[in-house]
Structures are given as C-alpha cells and as structure tokens.
C-alpha cells in the first residue's frame, strides 16, 4: 500500500547528467536529430529510464524550444515522477526547513542555523580538515553553461567575510545584529563552543 510520503529514490541512481547539462546538449542536436536523441540517449541514457514513453518525448522536444529554464524542468519531471518527488516551486521558496538530528553532540545543534552553519557543525563533529579540500576545489575552474553570474565577484556580504575584513566597523556590527534577530541562537555563541 502506498501512503502519501511514499517516494522510489531507485530512480535518481541511474541518472548520469543533470538537466542543465542535458539541456545544453540538447540544444547543440539539430532541430530535425532532438526527437532521437532525446528517446534514445537522454531518456534511457542519461536519465536511466527504461521505459520512454511518447508524452516524456514531446515534453522535453517542446521544453527545449522554449528555452533552457523549460527544458530542465521538463527534464527533471520525468525522474521527479517516477521517484514520486514533487516540488511546490521551480525555484526556492525562502522557508526554513525542519532538520534533526539526535545522539551524543547535537545538543549543539538546536534552534535555527544558516545552512552553511550546518555544514560547520559536522565538520567540526567529525573533526574533519577542509582546508586543503577547499583549497584544492578553489583552484579548479568549472565551467557550467548558463551560470557565469557565479564567477563574478561577490557582491553579498557574508558574515563569514564581515568577520575577517571589517576590523569590528559600524556596518559589521549592525549586520551581525540583523543576522542575529533571525536566530534564537546567535551566530557568536553558536561558535565559542
């Protein structure tokens, strides 16, 4: 019997590409190649899906001629079925997402944490170094069609980046208090364990 959050995560192993991936290639097939390619490599290839069905063909041959932000939603529907995954947005939504955690250690992980403070928190749990990680992926250019926003400088401030650069200024401190007023746990205290 299967109940509402019932999912198949089965189908999101055998998937190759993503959709932005997919969708770049796609868009380099000849008009006339598309409806080929897309049921006889990006379906059962790329995606892992043995059974193409006629609907799944056309949706994607439509996607692709209106654009790339179409063709990967209509990509990633098609194992998003299949894995019944369902999205309430094509975008992000901005809502805090529940996260849990038990056992020795997670006490230090209650209240409301930036996702990046997550990722701080197992890696001082597991007492990992990442510097030499970071250092090594920092020096790596990847090169991702429709994302060259993401090599710009960075034009947000980040508390990591006031903390370093700011000297305890005026605008540090009052966006460490804007930060703050978000959390029940301040950022500070989160980190003087």
């Not at 189908?11 to 993503?18: E, Q, T």
């Amino acid at each position: 019997m299967e109940h509402d959050y019932f999912w198949h995560p089965k189908y999101l192993k055998p998937v190759k590409k993503s959709s932005e991936v997919i969708c770049g290639e796609l868009t380099k097939v000849a008009v006339n190649e598309r409806e080929s390619f897309i049921r006889k490599t990006v379906i059962p290839s790329y995606l892992g899906v043995s059974n193409v069905t006629d609907a799944d063909v056309a949706s994607v041959l439509r996607a692709t001629a209106s654009g790339s932000t179409k063709c990967k939603l209509a990509v990633g529907l098609i194992v998003s079925r299949l894995a019944r995954i369902s999205w309430s947005t094509d975008g992000h939504s901005g809502v805090d997402v529940g996260l849990y955690a038990y056992g020795r250690g997670t006490e230090k992980l209650r209240g409301s944490y930036e996702n990046t403070q997550v990722g701080e928190f197992l890696r001082d749990y597991l007492q990992v170094d990442l510097a030499p990680v970071t250092k090594g992926l920092s020096n790596q250019l990847t090169e991702q069609p429709g994302f060259e926003w993401a090599r710009a400088p960075p034009s947000i401030v980040t508390r990591r980046n006031v903390d370093k650069h700011s000297s305890g200024s005026a605008a540090a401190a009052a966006h460490h208090a804007q930060l703050d007023s978000y959390h029940p746990l301040h950022y500070q205290d989160s980190h003087n364990h």
